[in-house]
């Protein structure tokens, strides 16, 4: 055994002291050109020439070369211990280098997958909705606009209302107290004379006063419309040349103001009334108005806050898929460079194998050269020789 490891070492030296040289130096004359074509074989790589010089060396020391070939087969154990630890470590790499590409692949895929989701949720419902929310509050504020004018309007229509509410009382007010004045005057006019005379006494002062006052009421219905024109022409037709000494005249115009008085009392009646019914129609407006102006206003605020809402989560996305756009490179950065150092470790894993497998080879050739009789026999001439 000690002679053995004696061998082996020698042999080890020799692989990493050997060159590959010609093998005219070890062969100067061989009459088996089988053999000398394995030996010109196997002295082209440095443990084949180190197994034949080494042969001749146990040839001469020992006088055999079982030595030799116990020590190759050991050298070839150790080197195929040394193949399968590197075969072992080989999967180790290999698992997790299969394992990080999975890792990878599957952050990669899931980071698309976001990416795609993100943007599927930003162009088909956030985007759209932020501008159909847009032609949603361009519309409410179109109507709060309106209902603003028709407050406005509303307001104009009700001032205008009330002054010729104001303007026709005041009218009717005025005409009315004319009416009474004139009344008054043809009353004490009545009462100046006999009753049972059919004419009256009267001054041209007291025909000067019931003229101005009838003139005012002239003046004063004029402005009533159509609806006063016959009293207005038959107030025309009694100022005009009246004799107010004439009983029945004076009759005549007393029942014509009465008359006047209760047309211009029923339409005074008439426009407290409109305006009451305009107050309410008012009111009624302005309770719609405002009612709309809170459902609008109610409906903008909530909208308005929808597309905040809608903003904030668009730019949260577009945040979201810039940061998986980052993740999705980095991992795939990540994967190239864990399968660029695969690639080159593989590399550098064949080359050892295939040196290894290949020293197994030349060491399997070897040693069915130099257990052959004629490579014994070659040897022993050599020694003889030597």
Known sequence: MVHHKIVLFALICLVSATTVTNNQGVMDSYVNPGLQSSIDELTQSKIGHMVIDLAEVTMRVTGAVDSLVEGVKAFGRQIEERLNLENTQWEVVESEHNAKVISLSSQANQAEFDINREKKVLNSELIPRLHELDDILLGLKAKQTDNAQSFKEAEAARNSQHDSFVLTTTEFTDA???????????????????VRAAFIEITDEQKHKV?????????????????????????????????????QVLKEMCDFLNSLRLNIFD??????????????????????????????????????????????????????????????????????????????????????????????????????VVQTPPFLDFLNGRIAKA
Do not use: C, P, W
């Open 211 to 247: 003229n101005k006052a009838l003139r005012q009421v002239k003046a004063n219905t004029e402005n009533f419309g159509h609806q006063y024109s016959s009293f207005i022409q038959a107030l025309t037709n009694l100022t005009e040349g009246i004799n107010f000494k004439d009983r």
């Open 267 to 368: 339409a005074l009646t008439k426009a407290y009334k409109d305006e009451d019914s305009q107050k309410q129609q008012d009111e009624l407006r302005r309770q719609q108005l405002t009612s709309e102006k809170a459902v609008f206003d109610q409906q903008y605020a909530d909208f308005y806050q929808e597309r905040e809402d809608k903003t904030v989560r668009i730019s949260d996305v577009q945040t979201m898929i810039s940061t998986r756009e980052a993740d999705l490179k980095a991992y795939q950065d990540r994967l190239r460079t864990e399968n660029n150092n695969y690639s080159a470790n593989l590399k550098i894993h064949d080359d050892i194998v295939s040196s290894v497998q290949q020293e197994l080879a030349v060491l399997a050739k070897a040693l069915q």
């Open 176 to 194: 009315l107290r004319n009416i009474d004045e004139a009344l008054d005057l043809l009353t004490d006019l009545f009462k100046s004379g006999e």
